[in-house]
């Protein structure tokens, strides 16, 4: 975990920036998927009924 960690520049935010700024594609797919999954994820919890 420590190794993966120092590779991404401390997390998978660091994964992103390092991806966008070398104009790899998993930058921008990793964004795609963020992005989806931060929606997806605001949908269950509504259905769910967990908001406060």
């Not at 795609?32 to 999954?37: D, F, Q, R, T």
């Amino acid at each position: 975990m420590g190794y993966g960690a120092l590779l991404a520049f401390g997390c998978n935010v660091g994964a992103f920036f390092c991806g966008i700024a070398s104009t790899s594609l998993h930058g921008w797919l990793w964004i795609v998927a963020a992005l989806l999954g931060s929606v997806a994820g605001i949908k269950l919890r509504s259905l769910l009924w967990l908001q406060n």
